[in-house]
C-alpha cells in the first residue's frame, strides 16, 4: 500500500521551532528524491525542501539556514523530517511530502504549521 502520512505540526511563536515526520509506506520510496512542499492561504504550493535517496539536499531559499530536510530508509517505509527553526508568520501553510517531480496520486492531509507573531 502506497501513503505518505504527515505530522507534527502546530502552533509556535515566532522564533520557535517544529519537526515534522512523513511516513512513506511503499517500497518505490526508498530510491525517490523525496520533497516537503508547503501551501499557504490562497497561495500557490511550493516545494520547500528535497533530499535524494543518498541524502544530497536542496532548498527553498527563503529556508535556507532554518530548516534541515533528512530521512530515515527502510525497506518498504521510509520516514522524511523537516526541522524547522527560527519560524516566522510567513512560514504559516499546510506542510505536505512527496516525490519529487510531484505525483498528485501521492498528495496526504498534510499538517498544518501555524506560527504567531
Known amino acids: 500500500q502506497i501513503e505518505l502520512v504527515e505530522s507534527g505540526g502546530g502552533l509556535v511563536q515566532a522564533g520557535g521551532s517544529l519537526r515534522l515526520s512523513c511516513a512513506a509506506s511503499?517500497?518505490?520510496?526508498?530510491?525517490?528524491?523525496m520533497g516537503w512542499y508547503r501551501q499557504a492561504p490562497g497561495k500557490q504550493r511550493e516545494l520547500v525542501a528535497t533530499?535524494?535517496?543518498?541524502?544530497?539536499?536542496?532548498?527553498l531559499d527563503s529556508v535556507k539556514g532554518r530548516f534541515t530536510i533528512s530521512r530515515d530508509n527502510a525497506e518498504n517505509t521510509i520516514t522524511v523530517y523537516l526541522q524547522m527553526n527560527s519560524l516566522k508568520p510567513e512560514d504559516t501553510a499546510i506542510y505536505y511530502c512527496?516525490?519529487?517531480?510531484?505525483?498528485?496520486?501521492?498528495w496526504g492531509q498534510g499538517t498544518q504549521v501555524t506560527v504567531s507573531s
Open positions: 512527496n516525490v519529487v517531480p510531484m505525483f498528485a496520486n501521492y
Open positions: 511503499g517500497s518505490i520510496f526508498s530510491l525517490a528524491t
Open positions: 533530499t535524494t535517496n543518498s541524502g544530497r539536499t536542496k532548498y
